[in-house]
């Protein structure tokens, strides 16, 4: 690869000052002379990845105490599905990217190795703080520890118990590394207590996700999207379903993917269904063909303010995302999991959620019921009030900077 970090000299140097985004962190640098502050070295990488870390960092802002460090990996990042989360987010430009970019799971972790070890190297932050299970969090974990640096995991303990997806071997590794373990849901901390984490490090604290979906809901409630998609009558939104598509489970075997959308189009004889398409799953749509049930509304991918707007005013979510169970459990709204597990069990057993699998008969029966008046219900999980970042920040600075906690 033609950005491949090189191993020494004038080239290496040359290198680190062609990632570096932003020249104000050598003064941030210049900064870190007194005793009383905590550099953190927040790592992104893919789209739900700045989602969660938004709130986190506006926390940190209001702490004199921190200095932030935000470095993207580069795993995912192009206009549409990253850089676009930046500026409607009020997410600051990253201090770095590493510009990694596509390849294989093992590829994709060794060149996140290889290129963020200087980066830590240079800058000695305090804490290395990574959020949910990419390949980016288990790869800057993995770095961190093996410089002696301490880790801090949001969304840790989050188990499907499959590990043949990727995601549930980077959770596992991900918390056996982390010294600071937060947790979204009681079942979280339990599985971690049962894999023998130190209880004194596991902090139940609620969920980041949330704290991001209550601030930009009014915001998003100010889109114009639904206008967009031709889905208002009289000025207000008539039933739809929307649909999120992207797991290789459900998208790499052309058969699986042809049961499902089967089922979606049964859906749609009842209701638009809007899906935008993640550019994986189109390859996979353009190899069965494009012709569709005309009320089957396929539509390029979208912005999270558009997004949350529409999940707020769905009739119906089917996805095989975790974060959108969640969202949609904090709404309220009817979701059905085109899965047969899920790693986050309490919007299953507290929220909107049921988990139908890939079954067309499923996931039809299911949707039939809700559309009838009939969907299951649910309610908030406790600690999802939008205030997790908060109680996070300030377990750190306990933890990490014993002294009387001054806001800004």
């Known amino acids: 690869m033609e950005n491949t970090q090189p191993k020494s000299g004038n080239a290496r140097d040359n290198w680190l000052a062609r990632v570096w985004k932003r020249p104000v962190i050598s003064a941030k640098t210049n900064l870190r002379t007194a005793s009383d502050t905590l550099k953190i070295a927040n790592v992104v990488g893919a789209r739900p990845n700045l989602v969660k870390i938004a709130p986190l960092l506006r926390e940190m802002q209001k702490h004199r105490q921190i200095l932030p460090l935000l470095i993207h990996t580069g795993q995912h990042y192009d206009e549409k599905l990253s850089e676009i989360f930046f500026r409607q987010m009020g997410i600051p430009e990253p201090d770095v990217n590493l510009e990694v970019g596509s390849g294989s799971h093992a590829w994709q972790t060794g060149e996140i190795l290889k290129r963020i070890e200087p980066i830590l190297v240079e800058q000695s932050p305090d804490l290395v703080l990574v959020v949910g299970d990419v390949n980016s969090t288990v790869s800057a974990s993995l770095a961190a520890v093996k410089l002696g640096m301490q880790v801090a995991h949001v969304e840790a303990g989050l188990r499907s118990l499959d590990r043949a997806m990727p995601e549930e071997i980077n959770r596992l590794v991900t918390d056996s590394l982390a010294e600071y373990l937060f947790a979204t849901e009681a079942a ?20 980041v996700m949330i704290d991001a979906l209550q601030h930009f809901l009014p915001l998003a409630q100010q889109s114009r999207i639904g206008e967009e998609l031709g889905l208002l009558e009289g000025g207000r939104f008539r039933a739809f379903a929307l649909l999120t598509l992207h797991r290789p489970s459900n998208v790499d075997s052309l058969e699986t993917l042809r049961k499902i959308i089967h089922a979606i189009e049964e859906v ?80 299953c057993t507290e929220g909107t959620n049921q988990i139908v699998g890939q079954d067309p008969a499923r996931i039809i029966a299911a949707a039939r019921e809700v559309l009838r008046g009939q969907p299951k219900p649910g309610r908030v999980p406790r600690l999802w009030d939008g205030h997790a970042a908060p109680r996070i920040i300030e377990i750190i600075l306990r933890e990490l900077l014993p002294r009387p906690v001054v806001r800004s």
């Open 268 to 347: 749609a004889d009842h209701l638009p269904v809007v899906f935008p398409v993640h550019p994986r799953t189109q390859q996979r749509l353009d190899a069965l063909g494009n012709r569709h049930h005309p009320q089957f509304r396929l539509v390029p991918p979208i912005g999270y303010l558009d997004f949350l707007c529409l999940l707020s005013q769905a009739r119906l979510v089917l996805t095989d995302s975790g974060g959108i169970q969640e969202e949609t459990t904090a709404l309220g709204v009817p979701c059905l999991t085109l899965r047969e597990n899920t790693e986050r069990p309490v919007t």
């Open 188 to 207: 979280a901390v339990e599985n971690l207590v049962r894999e023998g984490r130190p209880r004194e490090r596991i902090y139940l604290v609620g969920n």
